[in-house]
């Protein structure tokens, strides 16, 4: 089963799929002569499944030099592309909200200290004045007091100044955390969920049981066509087109999120089947219905269509249980001439699910 990249990395694939995965993989280990560990395990997995283009092309690059992906070269792809680079960013705004707090208490520990002396000084100043007759002793004491208020008015002063750019800091901070937190269950291609996002939003669904809900899966058709002919960049255009339609079919109660390769998946809260219906339907007509040309030279790259498989939440359903069925639907629409909508189970019309 397909998977764009994620963090954390999540692997559904089945036991078999797996198996076949490492034995693919050992051999590149071995080839490359590098150990056997999480790491290069982990890349070179990523790399045999097919899923993760982005790791794919990093190291096809680099074996067109000839170059040998060695350990260190391992570990510096596992970091970029099947972490995504996350737990160091994570890391960075940490250490920059740890500054920021350092910072915070010695403003305020200096500005105590320095109060500290002020009142002190005073209530030696306090004293003086108990027992002073001479009018310049009281000139003196007057001008220490004067110059005590303005050491304190600067102190206050400036720890506001200081205090704001804390805020300000701790503004940008908040900001950056909620980017990484984005950028963690977003798929960056299509900007939609990523999967490990739709996987979570799904267990959810599936564990209260409260909702009702149907999942969609949309396969472009003929994709591998299309990329052969008008390149993979294109094609990935394409797929950010398809997510843009989605996005217009997608109100506060769905979610859309790239599934797999050239998968993506919708999760439709609160409709019926009549509603999964329609709502396939129109991302399917919407989609074979668009002429797309290519940016450049304008040339048209014909019909696109897509093929939908659909299946409703029954209560008591796993994700796997759920996501099964609408393959199996996806795999029918497909088998019946794509550029169709088929629901689970297929014999079944909408309207008698519905009952
Ligand atoms: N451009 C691009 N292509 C991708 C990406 N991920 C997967 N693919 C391609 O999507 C194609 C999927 O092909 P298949 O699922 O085998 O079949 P298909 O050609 O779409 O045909 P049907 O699904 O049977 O209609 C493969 O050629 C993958 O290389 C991606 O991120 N960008």
Request: aromatic share 6%; hydrophobic share 35%; proline share 3%.
């Amino acid at each position: 089963m397909a998977k764009p990249t994620s963090f954390p990395p999540v692997y559904t694939d089945a036991f078999q799929q797996a198996s076949e995965n490492l034995r693919r993989t050992l051999p590149l280990i071995n080839q490359h002569k590098t150990p056997v560990n999480p790491v290069n395990y982990a890349v070179w997995y990523e790399y045999v499944s097919g899923h993760n283009q982005a790791l794919i092309d990093a190291i096809d690059t680099r074996l067109s030099k000839g170059e040998t992906i060695s350990n260190e070269i391992n570990q510096y792809l596992y970091e970029k592309y099947v972490l995504m680079g996350m737990p160091e960013k994570l890391s960075q705004t940490n250490n920059g909200l740890r500054l920021v707090v350092d910072n915070t208490i010695n403003y305020i520990n200096r500005a105590e200290s320095t109060a500290g002396d002020v009142a002190n000084d005073l209530h030696k100043r306090q004293s003086i004045l108990e027992n002073c007759h001479d009018i310049d002793d009281i000139r003196d004491v007057l001008a220490s007091i004067l110059e005590n208020t303005r050491k304190l008015t600067d102190s206050s002063l400036s720890l506001r100044q200081e205090l704001a750019d804390s805020t300000q800091e701790i503004l940008k901070l908040r900001n950056e955390l909620n980017a990484v937190k984005h950028q963690a269950r977003t798929d960056s291609l299509t900007n939609l969920n990523n999967r490990g996002q739709f996987d979570k939003e799904l267990s959810q669904l599936c564990q209260t049981g409260q909702v009702r809900f149907s999942l969609l899966l949309i396969d472009i058709d003929y994709f591998k066509e299309i990329n052969d002919r008008f390149g993979h960049a294109l094609g990935d255009k394409l797929l950010q087109y398809l997510a843009s339609l989605l996005h217009k079919h997608c109100d506060d109660l769905h979610i859309a999120a790239r599934y797999g390769g050239d998968e993506l998946a919708m999760l439709l809260l609160h409709t019926t089947a009549e509603e999964t219906h329609a709502i396939a339907e129109s991302i399917r007509q919407s989609c074979a219905a668009s002429r797309l040309k290519k940016k450049d030279s304008q040339e048209s790259i014909g019909e696109v269509t897509i093929s939908i498989g659909a299946s409703l939440y029954q209560v008591g359903d796993t994700p796997i249980e759920l996501i099964e069925r609408a393959d199996q639907a996806l795999y029918q629409a497909k088998q019946s001439g794509r550029n169709r909508v088929q629901i689970w189970p297929t014999s079944t019309t909408a309207a008698e699910l519905e009952q």
